[in-house]
């Protein structure tokens, strides 16, 4: 175990010095070109706000389902089959009933590989529905592909909405990614105060325009909604003459005459058009500008308004205009979402914790390398080498992968130099029970590495896999901490079987001799 | 240098004795005083805040969170002198504009005179999926272990390994129970850690036990596990120790955040390093490990 080609002292040397190039790169840059990977700081270490937004997808499965109801009547009228008893059961099922001489056809038309309005997902073997046939009655439900794919792509428009939103307010390097399939992660760093962009992303921003109503029977039937500022209620129409859909461009804007802050909007042709038409016909009423289910505000039509453009006016400030703005310039989120999870770290906070972590380190590993040194004289002094070089390996790593360093990931570098010196500890015990029946010294040092190896690695590899489970499960912080203790298992036995047992090596070559090697 | 030569052995029974009645305690007190769960298993919501003003009390952060309707508010010192945790439970899912309101009608009631440092907003779907994952971690790796130790070593030893490791789980959190500390994600990794360390330590005396029962074949099983115990003592002191002094040095000088943290994994290493030679070792001799123990394992 003690002898080394030329050849593995070489790639052992170039390895380790490589690699602490790249762990010192984070501190001073050297040469930009060569190598410009950083290791990231996590949000608790530089402050910022993580967020987990849950999309409620019930409103485009209810939308979904009632679409689907549409499409199937219309298929079956279609194909000249007579159907009854459409309805909709629990927002998730649709169920119609077929004269008997049809059910066979019917059901051919809705299930297999070929039915052209039950679509079919070859990757998955499955429909978007499960049909269930109970006598004459069909029941349509959603298939779980079939809902999983419903979520998905309600979170992949959710997702795009959700970075212009953020990409508007412009923080830097925000870090938007999909959980599942109905969660989006929101990380924000540098952010203290999250609270514009929390009330921003929640608001699912579906605007329409429709008629204020007096008549309450009218053929699109109507609804009581209230006002934003909850000071009145009012009737109108379930009729929508547009939508924020049509919406081009909105702005804030001071308005001159009036003296107050304003929302102008451009539509595109189509909306222009309806716009147009709607406001020439409705010349007198009042048109009411909703948004999420509340009346923004509902002004008197007194001209028709043709050119597509046309402003919102409200009891705005102009941070409110701001937002409304923005939200409509970015769209319409396709469901409603939550915040169902929030951890803020305040600048001054991580810089804190930053400031402790490089404390505790500092004396951890001084103590535990004045230990060593006191307890093993020149073995201690190798024994710390290999120390400072594993620091030097584990960071590297960490720096070629760009990983991100967080708190519990600085306690897991300072417990990781604790339990780094153990497999040293077990060799030179070893070696030292090995010396008293071993005259040889260089033997008695090979048998030492020897004995001790599978006990070395068994220990070793039980951390390792409580380091890797908790990388797999754990969250965030946590996940910091099993990635540096994990790495630092790895470094550690790299730094103990190569570069300790070189110099152990070439010591006890050249000191063989010695009464009291260790 | 003298190899040491410590009759362990004679104090196994006085040990397990004392072993089980910790475990009986830690039982009780999880099962009637609980554990205190943090936002993170519980939700609800941590705010921590330093106050700006010397004469802002703890007394007054707390009547002016009182007024805020937020139901069950706690306010505890942190860390340095004028650094608060506050917490609540907040049932319903969290609003936008809520942490907002709250430092609104706090600047209303005692003036800007605070910070937040840090919020921390768990929803309950959230933190009842954290809580499963915690779970299912320490539970993935106890198995992992189980099998791992299974493969490299003959049953008897896995089991000894195993109730090792439940003893000082156990303990543990019985210790985290007792003195109401906190129960968060970082609490399921110093869990995890104690876990792996407490399995290293097993492992190395065990290794020496199956050595030596190849080596002497006369000597019991009573007395190989002492030998053993012996050989490796300076080796489970050294490493204990370099250990203890990292993470004494996280608990002093890492912050406020770590303290829960390091406390466990300290706790753990001293349990975890008294378990592996009192309850790994008893277990062996109970299972009446011997020679043929190991030789019909490598037969096969």
Sequence with gaps: MLYFSKLKIISVVIFTLLLSYFSLSNFTKIDDDFFKKNINLGLDLQGGSYLLLEIDNSPVLEQQIQNK?????????????????????????ISFEINNEFIDSTSNLLKGKDSEIN????????????????????????????????????????????????????????????????????????????DRIKSLLGKTANLTFRFVTQNEEESFGTERLSFLDGSDESIVSKRIILSGDNLIDAQPRMDSESNQTVVTFNLDRVGAKKFARATTT?????????????????????????????????????????????????????????????????????????????????????????????????FGLIANITLISNLLLLLGVLTLFEATLTLPGIAGIILTVGMAVDANVLIYERIKEEIKNENNKILAFDSGYVKSRSTILDANITTLIAAIILFLLGSGPVKGFALTLGVGILSTLFSVYFIARLMTAQYVIKNKDKEKLI | MTKSNIPFNKFYKLFNILSLFLILISFLLLIFKGLNFGVDFKGGTLIEVRSLDKSLNISDLRKSFKNLDLGDVSVKKFGKDNDYVVKFEKKQSIEENFIENIKIELRKDIGNVFEFRRVESVGPKVSAELLKSGVIAIALSLGAMLIYIWIRFEWQFSLGAIAALFHDIIITLGFFSMLSLEINLSIVAAVLTIVGYSMNDTVVIFDRVRENLKKFSDIKIYDITNISINETLSRTIITSMTTLLALLSIFIFGGAILKGFSFAMILGVIVGTYSSIYIANPILIRLNVTQKTILKEEKE
């Design chain 1, 282 to 378: 409705g010349v007198g009423k009042k048109l009411a500008i909703i948004l999420d289910g509340q009346i923004i505000s509902a002004p008197n039509i007194v001209e028709p308004i043709v050119g597509g453009a046309g402003q919102i006016t409200g009891d705005f400030t102009f941070q409110s205009a701001t937002d409304l703005a923005l939200l409509l310039r970015s769209g319409a989120l396709p469901a409603p979402m939550k915040i169902i999870e929030e951890r803020t770290v305040g600048p001054d906070l991580g810089q804190d914790s930053i400031n402790a972590g490089i404390l505790s380190l500092i004396i951890g590993f001084t103590l535990v390398v004045l230990f060593m040194f006191v307890k093993y004289k020149i």
């Design chain 1, 119 to 194: 679509p079919y997902y070859d990757q998955f073997k499955t429909n978007q529905f499960e049909l269930l046939v109970v006598g004459n009655r069909f029941e349509l439900t959603y298939s779980r592909y079939g809902l999983i794919q419903l979520k998905s792509s309600s979170q992949n428009q959710a997702i795009e909405i959700v970075r212009r939103r953020v990409d508007e307010i412009g923080t830097n390097e925000p870090n938007i990614l999909k959980r599942g399939n109905d969660r989006i992660l929101v990380e924000l760093p540098g952010l203290d105060n999250p």
């Design chain 1, 69 to 93: 109801l549409i499409q199937i009547k219309k298929f079956l009228k279609d194909k000249k089959i007579p159907y009854k008893n459409f309805n909709i059961i629990d927002d998730k099922k």
